[in-house]
């Protein structure tokens, strides 16, 4: 299924080599997010509307936020003339968040990070299963590879794009560390072998996408049964249409998943910054934080980030990619897959009724390596402790 979102964007082009910025300041021309206190007449929302030059063009109807068409250039007057009403809860402009990821060269390194995180022991106690659904929020996945075709369960595409594929090759390496086809004598393993896909594209071909097109994706996520979002984008910026979203997704009970950030500092993410996301760090093959990664007590755990081998797209259609089918990438992008594979293992257990339980779990499970308190909350991913529910090891 294919939902059309009409978003006449001027998406941001990654610069060559680096991949897109972590964070603009850039947003959709002629465009604003606008949230009215529920019960406001409609004759005041329609005045709110003229004084600020506005006109509704979409609604987000969980979150109840509306997408309003402004004359371009004048966005941030309009924000602030909204911001003025008092039935206003809030106003902003549409801005974007971008995949997080940081190229390696393809073919380098194993997949390393499974025996670090103890996945193995993981396994055999629980492989997932398809009635646990994984939500990858991100350029799209390639629909023919041969260790993803048989896992994605839905496709959704929240973008101008003409496709809900991966033409730009960042989703489908998140997909494939989350939960590529396993023991199938092909590529790669995922951290959750038997747990679903949901391809919702909410970043464009460029790798880019509208606070919008993520609140979108995050709410139909929630809506369609997905039990765990995976988001491997961010931006500096913090967006309250996106973080009612997240909110929403929490309260209807989904693990959310979030990349920190490459830009090596402790400066907040979002979405990863809000409460009620995991956010995730990039640690490399000795336990070392990342050199790229963001750190602070705000994020809440680390995972395996550098050198992962992933599922690459290979499809002639692709804008980046391997020209093949598997590479290697590194990144907070790569680390927040395989907590939300191991959130999707938990699910699996039946242990947990809760997200609150999954998440305690993860975080509780997670060793204590250097760095625990400084650089993150929690320690680094320990997926056996998180399935059998056992506090994680000290260094």
């Known amino acids: 299924m294919v939902v059309a979102v009409l978003v006449a964007a001027a998406l941001l082009l990654p610069q060559a080599g680096t991949g897109p910025a972590l964070a603009t300041d850039e947003f959709v021309p002629g465009e604003v997010l606008v949230k009215f206190r529920p019960g406001t007449p409609g004759a005041e929302v ?3 509307h003229r004084q600020a030059g506005g006109q509704p063009r979409e609604v987000i109807p969980a979150i109840d936020v509306q997408v309003v068409r402004v004359p371009a250039g004048r966005e941030r007057a309009a924000v602030e003339a ?14 974007f968040y971008a995949a997080i990821w940081t190229p390696n ?3 380098y390194g194993q997949q390393w990070q499974y025996p670090k995180i103890q996945a193995p022991d993981a396994w055999a106690v629980v492989t997932g299963t398809s009635q646990v659904a994984i939500a990858i929020l991100d350029t799209g996945i390639d629909q023919s590879h041969e260790d993803l075709r048989s896992k994605v369960a839905q496709n959704v595409n929240f973008t101008t794009s003409g496709s809900f594929d991966d033409k730009y090759g960042h989703g489908t390496h998140v997909a494939g560390s989350a939960a590529a086809a396993t023991n199938n004598g092909l590529g790669v393993a995922g951290t959750c072998p038997n747990c679903a896909l949901y391809n919702v594209k909410v970043l464009g071909d460029n790798g880019s996408g509208a606070w919008s097109w993520i609140a979108n994706g995050i709410v139909w996520a929630a809506d369609n049964g997905a039990k765990v979002i995976n988001m491997s984008l961010g931006g500096s910026t913090g967006s309250s249409t996106v973080e009612d979203a997240v909110n929403y997704a929490w309260n209807k009970g989904v693990v959310l998943v979030a990349a920190a950030g490459n830009s090596g500092s402790s400066a907040p993410s979002y979405p990863a910054y809000y409460a009620n996301v995991i956010a995730v760090a990039a640690t490399d093959q000795n336990d070392n934080k990342a050199s790229f990664s963001n750190y602070g007590t705000w994020v809440d755990i680390a995972a395996p980030g550098v050198s992962i081998l992933s599922t690459a797209p290979d499809h002639r259609n692709r804008i980046w990619g391997f020209g093949v089918k598997y590479g290697t990438l590194s990144g907070t992008s790569m680390a927040s897959p395989h907590v939300a594979g191991v959130a999707g293992l938990v699910w699996s257990t039946g242990a947990c009724g809760t997200n609150s339980c999954v998440r305690s779990r993860i975080e509780n ?7 625990t308190g400084t650089y993150w909350a929690n320690g680094r991913l320990n997926a056996y402790n998180a399935v059998v529910g056992r506090t994680g090891s000290s260094p």
Do not use: L, W
């Open 46 to 48: 329609a005045a709110a």
């Open 365 to 371: 499970g997670a060793d204590k390596i250097a760095g």
């Open 105 to 107: 060269d393809p073919y």
């Open 82 to 95: 909204y911001r003025r009403s008092p039935n206003v809860v809030f106003a902003e402009v549409n801005g």
